[in-house]
Nanobody, 122 residues
Framework: QLQASGGGLVQAGGSLRLSCAAS????????TGWFRQAPGKEREFVAA????????VYAESVKGRFTMSRDNAKNTVYLQMSSLKPEDTAVYYC?????????????????WGRGTQVTVSS
């Protein structure tokens, strides 16, 4: 299972760190990603990281503001979000696939966790 946490209410310009814990079986050697879904919108890609944390991919809308990392010893990935904007408001989901590298397509990911709500007030 994947379990995301760390969401909350924050003012524009603020920061939050999301965490996603996974079972070792689901996490080891697998790429992971963060996606988000705002009300009435499609789920969209936010960031992905390779199995060893050596490479990242970010959506243009979050580049320079969000940083994804992972701690394989703890089977946990993180999403550090800074300079938050009201348009970042969404439910954030973590996902894992069965490959070492992941991209922006949600169809690449086999395992999904429950989301965590992030609300950014203006």
């Amino acid at each position: 299972q994947l379990q995301a946490s760390g969401g909350g209410l924050v003012q524009a310009g603020g920061s939050l760190r999301l965490s996603c814990a996974a079972s070792r079986r689901m996490f080891s050697n697998n790429a992971t990603g963060w996606f988000r879904q705002a009300p009435g919108k499609e789920r969209e890609f936010v960031a992905a990281i390779t199995w060893n944390g050596g490479s990242h991919v970010y959506a243009e809308s979050v580049k320079g503001r969000f940083t994804m990392s992972r701690d394989n010893a703890k089977n946990t990935v993180y999403l550090q979000m800074s300079s938050l904007k009201p348009e970042d408001t969404a439910v954030y989901y973590c996902a894992a696939n069965r490959k070492a590298i992941g991209g922006p397509s949600r169809h690449e990911y086999n395992y999904w966790g429950r989301g965590t709500q992030v609300t950014v007030s203006s």
